[in-house]
T-cell receptor
Framework: DQQVKQNSPSLSVQEGRISILNCDYT??????FLWYKKYPAEGPTFLIS?????DKNEDGRFTVFLNKSAKHLSLHIVPSQPGDSAVYFC???????????????FGTGTRLKVLA | DSGVTQTPKHLITATGQRVTLRCSPR?????VYWYQQSLDQGLQFLIQ???????AKGNILERFSAQQFPDLHSELNLSSLELGDSALYFC????????????FGQGTRLTVV
């Protein structure tokens, strides 16, 4: 059972335009969501996160939106740059605040290609 | 550089063999996570340790085991290897503070032939 889903395996966007990566989840107990970026032959790199008590978090060109009623989150990259070309993973965790155990469940990733 | 070190970077071994993957977490991090990424798949959570104790278990096969040592480094042991075990194995660590993100190592690419 895939609790975190990224239904778009790939996305191509023109340089300077907005990239929107989507993620859906099924577990309403998830209380923290994260986005990671992964280049080939490297480990995933943390990008941005959002708590379930918020609906938006912004960090420079990156903004994450959370819609709890729809169990959906999205990552917006504006403006997109060729260096943003990578695989983006959405992840979710639950129970960390109470148990101290942050178990991260990852989606399958979306390969973003930013065209120059 | 995330500060998480994994060795070896590459490993080629035969079916039926046993291997050990090693992970050194960032300085001060008490939690260590192990993930498996098979070809074109997402990151599958295997197991988490916190300060030497197992805290959470995911889809880890019985042929696989892990431990975290007093110096906080961790080892993932894979035995009776099968072709399907070929994958990237990532280790991640997280600090005990309020930050909730985990930092990943560069991974160990295991090829079973």
């Amino acid at each position: 059972d895939q609790q975190v889903k990224q239904n778009s395996p790939s996305l191509s966007v023109q340089e300077g335009r907005i990239s929107i990566l989507n993620c859906d989840y099924t577990n309403s107990m998830f209380d923290y969501f994260l986005w990671y970026k992964k280049y080939p032959a490297e480990g995933p790199t943390f990008l941005i996160s959002i708590s379930s008590i918020k609906d938006k978090n912004e960090d420079g060109r990156f903004t994450v939106f959370l819609n709890k009623s729809a169990k959906h989150l999205s990552l917006h990259i504006v403006p997109s740059q060729p260096g943003d070309s990578a695989v983006y993973f959405c992840a979710a965790s639950e129970g960390g605040r109470t148990s101290g155990t942050y178990k991260y469940i990852f989606g399958t990733g979306t390969r973003l290609k930013v065209l120059a | 550089d995330s500060g998480v070190t994994q060795t070896p970077k590459h490993l080629i071994t035969a079916t039926g063999q046993r291997v050990t993957l090693r992970c050194s977490p960032r300085s001060g991090d008490l939690s260590v996570y192990w993930y498996q990424q098979s070809l074109d798949q997402g990151l599958q959570f295997l197991i988490q340790y916190y300060n030497g104790e197992e805290r959470a278990k995911g889809n880890i096969l019985e042929r696989f085991s892990a431990q975290q040592f007093p110096d906080l480094h961790s080892e993932l042991n894979l035995s009776s290897l099968e072709l399907g075990d070929s994958a990237l194995y990532f280790c991640a660590s997280r600090s005990p503070g309020s930050s909730t993100e985990a930092f990943f190592g560069q991974g160990t690419r295991l090829t079973v032939v």
